[in-house]
């Protein structure tokens, strides 16, 4: 059965479905009850499942994952919400020194099943500290797993799969994406959390994205097939661990890939995944591959954000420069 739900909603319908099924499921988080989130993506669920499973915490990032590690080592499942994602740096120590390593530090004895939601990325028109994209930095950390819907069918079954998993994740999700419907299948899930799915398939050049990305990428995609060229779009969907097959698939067939993300270039994701094609799929490459992203500098101002995001011209340029190799 299928139903029409904007990705917020499926998100909540799918912590919703999580919690029915499991008592020990704990939302927590700074505004996450009586409000519902800032962007509403609890709404509702303090009124179904009480206060003391859906917390209104202090403003307090590292008291919020702290007290999660405490819950999760006695059995409870908790789903923390940090508000914006400039916000997580407090939390930032407990995350890499508690959360990714306790499993590792305990020899296995101690499991920590705590997903981290992070509404991430721009285009929302926020002031300073609620427009960034901090996934490379926890992509890097051993022990954490992070991943990322960009449509609603996604985002109502991989919040459940997340949470059902036994390993600390980090949940990235669009948050300017948060209002585009979509069909989500209620019955099952098409794919185990951490697979790379193709979204467009096409046969001249790859362009790999995630989250917020996706979308621009099939956007652009759109306007490359009303000249005759067909883009391959990639939406990797987990970042940690990154499953390659579907991607080095993708640019045998193509020859050309273009990696974008909302993250500054320097170092970010698209490194990694630049270097890992290049090293798999050197003589099926007609270009080298090729990036998109954010500048090296500070998320600007609101009224110059557009100007900083990639679009889709910026994607269509960089396929047009890997033609010209």
Excluded at 63 to 82: H, N, S
Excluded at 125 to 148: I, N, Q, R
Aim: aromatic content about 8%.
């Amino acid at each position: 059965m299928a139903e029409t739900l904007t990705i917020g909603k499926a998100l909540n319908t799918g912590l919703r479905r999580a919690m029915e099924r499991d008592p020990k499921v704990l939302v927590m988080g700074e505004d996450v009850g009586k409000l519902g989130g800032v962007f509403r993506i609890t709404d509702g669920l303090q009124k179904d499942f009480g206060d003391d499973r859906v917390i209104d915490t202090p403003l307090a990032e590292s008291g919020i994952i702290g007290t999660a590690v405490g819950l999760a080592i006695r059995g409870y499942r908790p789903v923390c919400e940090i508000q914006f994602d400039g916000f997580v740096y407090p939390a930032y120590d407990q995350i890499v020194s508690q959360v990714a390593k306790m499993h590792y530090r305990s020899k296995g004895k101690v499991s920590l099943p705590i997903v981290i939601r992070i509404p991430f990325g721009g285009g929302i028109g926020a002031v300073e500290h609620h427009s960034e994209s901090p996934e490379a930095y926890f992509a890097h950390t051993a022990g954490l797993k992070v991943v990322s819907c960009s449509n609603p069918d996604d985002a109502y079954w991989m919040i459940q799969q997340s949470i059902e998993s036994d390993d600390p994740i980090i949940f990235l999700e669009p948050k300017r994406r948060y209002w585009e419907k979509g069909q989500v299948n209620v019955d099952s899930a098409s794919l185990p959390l951490h697979a790379t799915r193709v979204a467009r398939p096409g046969r001249d050049a790859t362009v790999i994205a995630y989250g917020p990305m996706v979308r621009t990428a099939l956007d652009a995609a759109t306007a490359a097939a009303e000249e005759g060229r067909e883009i391959e779009v990639v939406d990797l969907r987990s970042l940690s661990p990154l499953d390659m097959a579907p991607v080095y698939a993708s640019v045998r067939r193509t020859g050309r890939a273009v990696v974008v993300h909302e993250a500054p270039v320097n170092l970010g994701l698209g490194s990694e995944l630049a270097a890992r094609i290049t090293e798999e799929c050197f003589y099926s490459l007609e270009s080298p591959v090729l990036r998109v992203g954010g500048f090296d500098t500070p998320y600007p101002a609101a009224r110059i954000e557009e100007e900083y995001l990639p679009d889709l011209d910026r994607v269509l340029d960089a396929v047009d420069r890997s033609f010209g190799f």
